[in-house]
C-alpha cells in the first residue's frame, strides 16, 4: 500500500532549471527515502528552491554558519520521535531548502548530472526530517551516507 505523500515546491526566485522535470525527481527522492525507511504515516514536506543569498541568510540565522550551503533541513519532530496521534490524518515533517545552483555546481564538481545531485541532496535532506544526523557522530556519518547512497542509486536516475 502506498502511503499518501504530498510534497509542496515552490522557488524563491524564477529558474530555468525549475521543470516538471526537476520537480518529478524531488517528488520521487523525498518518497524513496520515506519508503526505504519505512515511514507509515500520510506525510507533507515543503521544498523550497532558492539561490545562494537565501540559503545563506538562513545557514547564517539558523545554524551560525557565515556561508551559503547546498541545503538546508528543519524537521518539525526532534530526533524523529514522530506523535502518533499527529500523525495519524498528516505527518508534517518539515521544511527543505535547496540551493539549485549549488546543486549545479557540485554535479559538474562531482561528475554526474544535475538531477542526480539534486535527488541526493532531497534524499539527504528527508532523512535529517526523520530524524538522522551525520553530524553527530562518526558512526550516523557512516549510515547517513550508507543509507543516501542506496536510496539514491535505486532511483536509478544515471
Same mark, same amino acid.
Given at each position: ?43 507533507? $514536506?515543503?521544498? @523550497? &528552491?532558492?539561490?545562494?543569498? !537565501?540559503?545563506h541568510e538562513l545557514n547564517? %540565522? ?18 524523529g520521535q514522530f506523535d ?38 532531497? $534524499?539527504?535532506? @528527508? &532523512?535529517?526530517?526523520?530524524? !538522522? ?5 562518526? %558512526? ?19
Amino acid at each position: 500500500m502506498r502511503i499518501p505523500l504530498h510534497v509542496i515546491i515552490s522557488a524563491k526566485e524564477p529558474f530555468e532549471e525549475d521543470t516538471p522535470e526537476l520537480r518529478r525527481v524531488i517528488r520521487r527522492a523525498v518518497y524513496a527515502a520515506l519508503k526505504h525507511e519505512g515511514h507509515p504515516y500520510p506525510t507533507e $514536506v515543503s521544498v @523550497t &528552491l532558492c539561490g545562494p543569498e !537565501y540559503i545563506h541568510e538562513l545557514n547564517k %540565522e539558523y545554524r551560525g554558519v557565515d556561508r551559503p550551503t547546498d541545503v538546508l533541513s528543519f524537521p518539525l519532530y526532534e530526533d524523529g520521535q514522530f506523535d502518533e496521534v499527529e500523525c495519524r490524518d498528516l505527518c508534517e515533517l518539515g521544511d527543505i531548502v535547496l540551493s539549485l545552483p549549488r546543486a549545479k555546481e557540485q554535479a559538474a564538481e562531482l561528475g554526474h548530472g544535475f538531477l542526480r545531485e539534486v535527488a541526493f541532496l532531497t $534524499v539527504h535532506s @528527508t &532523512l535529517h526530517l526523520l530524524g !538522522y544526523d551525520h553530524e553527530r557522530s562518526e %558512526e550516523e556519518d557512516e549510515l547517513q551516507c550508507r543509507l543516501q547512497k542506496e536510496i539514491v542509486t535505486a532511483l536509478n536516475l544515471e
